[in-house]
Structure formats: structure tokens, C-alpha cells
T-cell receptor
């Protein structure tokens, strides 16, 4: 099965700063996504990371707050900008499509973010 | 309102007992995924169901998707402490295999030795 890694695994940040989270897949994949899991909550899709073009954001999420890059078929980054304590969450990337078994969507281990 | 409802929210069972977790939607589910999450960790993929009436099994876990593709169940037979964790159902409610998933609130399972 594909291996998805994320960096950093956790971080504690000050409000007003930004953090960039990296997601690396060990094979080329068609689709990559970013999700947020707020404390005690389930997962919410932030955006689809599109290779070579702008990400597609879900309702309630905007590019200025969560800029996303996807320079190739194995790598993506999510930046959480101008952070506030409400951004404290686990951020997870996922991948599907080519390079991943059909009918499967794998998730990375997550990045646990605490904003003070 | 939650588009994907999971029940029960939590479950405590004695080791060796069977249990069932349900996942229900008012919308057609074009792909239904079951994951297991241990506290603070990522999601472990269990199974994906796509066709109405489909059933899949892996070890002691069986998942089914109803004919209308609006409800799924996850059944664990002879539960073990290793089954403990949070079970999440995720679904693609968009036709065309978008991969964009919505998730239920999760079911926390404890298995008492």
C-alpha cells in the first residue's frame, strides 16, 4: 500500500504566524486532498490540491487563509496563515487514484497543530 | 445538519462479543469508506463499498452497503482489544468519483478484556 508522510507531525505556534505542512506520497497519485479535524470533531474537507493549477476550495475555506501548492504528482503543501487559536486542529492529507489501489483513499498520519 | 450520521456514538463491549456500527445518509453514496483512527493518529483504511448490496470482509470485519446506497453497516465478529479505536465512515456524495469525502462523527469503540 502507498505510504503517505507529513511534516511536521506536530507544532505549537503563536497567533498571527503561519505554518506550512508538507505531504509526501511514495508513488504518483491522481488526487490529493487536505482535511481538518478540529478537537472532538470529525474530518472536514478543506480543498482538493490540483497538480499544476490552483486548488479547489470547499465552502468556508479560502485561498488567502489556506494556500495550497501541488508542484508534482507526489507532493503537496498546505499553509495555515495568520493563525488564531481556532486553527488548532489536526490537518491530514489524503491521496487517491493512480499509484494507489483502486477504490482506496489513503490518509497521512496528520499534523497536530496548537495555536497559542 | 450532519449529512452522514453514525450510530452509536460510542460503544463498550466485552471481548469476544459481536458489534455493529451504522452509517446513514439521506443522499446517495457513490463511494462509502470505512476507516479506523486511534487517538491522535491518522486514518487506517479498512474497506470501500461502491455498489448497492455490496459486502466486503477483512479478517473479522464485514461491511455492507444497502441496495439504495444510503446506508452502510460495519460488523465486527468476536471483538478483541485490538479492535478498539474510533471508526469513521466517509462518503463521496458526488457522482463521478471525485474522491471528495464527507465524514460521520465517528464511533468510539472500547473492548473490555
Amino acid at each position: 500500500s502507498a505510504v503517505i508522510s507529513q511534516k511536521p507531525s506536530r507544532d505549537i505556534c503563536q497567533r498571527g504566524t503561519s505554518l506550512t505542512i508538507q505531504c509526501q506520497v511514495d508513488s504518483q497519485v491522481t488526487m490529493m486532498f487536505w482535511y481538518r479535524q478540529q478537537p472532538g470533531q470529525s474530518l472536514t474537507l478543506i480543498a482538493t490540491a490540483n497538480q499544476g493549477s490552483e486548488a479547489t476550495y470547499e465552502s468556508g475555506f479560502v485561498i488567502d487563509k489556506f494556500p495550497i501548492s501541488r508542484p508534482n504528482l507526489t507532493f503537496s503543501t498546505l499553509t495555515v496563515s495568520n493563525m488564531s487559536p481556532e486553527d488548532s486542529s489536526i490537518y491530514l492529507c489524503s491521496a487517491a487514484g493512480q499509484g494507489i489501489p483502486q477504490e482506496t483513499q489513503y490518509f497521512g498520519p496528520g499534523t497536530r497543530l496548537l495555536v497559542l | 445538519s450532519q449529512e452522514l450520521e453514525q450510530s452509536p456514538q460510542s460503544l463498550i463491549v466485552q471481548e469476544g462479543k459481536n458489534l455493529t456500527i451504522n452509517c446513514t445518509s439521506s443522499k446517495t453514496l457513490y463511494g462509502l469508506y470505512w476507516y479506523k483512527q486511534k487517538y491522535g493518529e491518522g486514518l487506517i483504511f479498512l474497506m470501500m463499498l461502491q455498489k448497492g448490496g455490496e459486502e466486503k470482509s477483512h479478517e473479522k470485519i464485514t461491511a455492507k452497503l444497502d441496495e439504495k446506497k444510503q446506508q452502510s453497516s460495519l460488523h465486527i465478529t468476536a471483538s478483541q482489544p485490538s479492535h478498539a479505536g474510533i471508526y469513521l465512515c466517509g462518503a463521496d456524495i458526488n457522482s463521478g468519483n471525485t474522491g471528495k469525502l464527507i465524514f460521520g462523527q465517528g464511533t468510539t469503540l472500547q473492548v473490555k478484556p
